[in-house]
């Protein structure tokens, strides 16, 4: 367990898309640094297996809902919230991605698209803010909102013009709530995994050329593995970055440095 100001013992949170891949991990770190995680995903048998690993190490609850739908997502929230007696941080992880040419990008492949990456996250972040706030006495420590944005809110990516557009929308998200809610004792920030072998990426990868490619274009020569993340997490969420809101940290291997 992580200790001093990377602490988060006794901090309470909610992770949304935690049933796989960059919300497990983030989930996983949470845990590890201490604090006790709630969660959210479209599946309970795929949370309960993540649950089942992370029991071990730390107090873990699932609650299932699908974050495009405004509603329910918002209700799974509150009850996070109720299970967990409180709610100190928020991972909005919860996303999805299909590749296709932009001009044959439906209304409906737009609208999935959006409502899960970019309008879910405002919810769930609206949802989580009228519990942080509901406080009479804000913790020392305050509370942080994390959203996990993308290297595609910084680059075009051909095939990806729906998802760049959310991911690029929730770093404007990112500082207009940091703005807004800092009076309020809520930090908000950005975390941007680079190129991470997920199954939500996995569609990139398919392509072994494309593959040498791009990693000839990392710095640091490799993908970005999951353990990559967990630190910048629990950094962001912790009072060692008690003075930094708005901002997104990119981990990306030293992509965008190079661009």
């Given at each position: 367990m992580s200790s001093g100001i990377f602490s988060l013992a006794g901090r309470r949170a909610a992770v949304t898309g935690a049933s796989r891949g960059i919300g497990a991990a983030i989930a996983g770190a949470l845990v590890e640094a201490g604090a006790a995680v709630a969660l959210l995903g479209r599946e309970a048998a795929t949370l309960e297996v993540v649950r089942a690993t992370l029991s071990p190490r730390g107090r873990v609850v699932i609650e299932v809902a699908d974050v495009a739908e405004a509603g329910p997502a918002k209700a799974a929230?509150?009850?996070?919230?109720?299970?967990?007696?409180?709610?100190?941080?928020?991972?909005n992880n919860a996303g999805m991605e299909q590749?296709?040419?932009?001009?044959?990008?439906?209304?409906?492949?737009?609208?999935?698209?959006?409502d899960t990456n970019l309008r879910g996250a405002?919810?769930?972040a609206q949802a989580a803010a009228r519990v942080m706030t509901q406080r009479s006495t804000p913790p020392r420590h305050g509370a942080s909102i994390l959203n996990v944005c993308s290297l595609t809110s910084e680059v075009g990516?051909?095939?990806?013009?729906?998802?760049?557009?959310?991911?690029?929308?929730?770093?404007?998200?990112?500082?207009?709530?940091?703005?807004?809610?800092?009076?309020?004792?809520?930090?908000?920030?950005?975390?941007?995994?680079?190129?991470?072998?997920?199954?939500?990426?996995?569609?990139?990868?398919?392509?072994?050329?494309?593959?040498?490619a791009l990693l000839a274009k990392i710095p640091q020569g490799r993908f970005g593995r999951?353990?990559?993340?967990?630190?910048?997490?629990?950094?962001?969420?912790?009072?060692?970055a008690a003075y930094i809101?708005?901002?997104?940290?990119?981990?990306?291997?030293?992509?965008?440095?190079?661009?």
């Open positions: 929230i509150g009850r996070a919230a109720a299970q967990l007696g409180g709610l100190d941080i928020l991972i590749v296709c040419p932009s001009l044959e990008v439906t209304e409906a492949l737009w609208d999935r698209i959006m405002f919810f769930c990516v051909p095939g990806a013009t729906a998802y760049t557009s959310s991911k690029s929308g929730m770093v404007g998200m990112t500082r207009a709530l940091a703005a807004e809610w800092a009076g309020q004792g809520i930090r908000v920030n950005g975390i941007g995994p680079g190129y991470f072998r997920t199954a939500l990426t996995q569609a990139f990868y398919q392509d072994a050329a494309w593959e040498q999951m353990e990559d993340l967990g630190g910048a997490a629990v950094f962001l969420c912790s009072d060692a809101t708005g901002q997104v940290l990119y981990v990306d291997g030293g992509y965008l440095a190079a661009f």
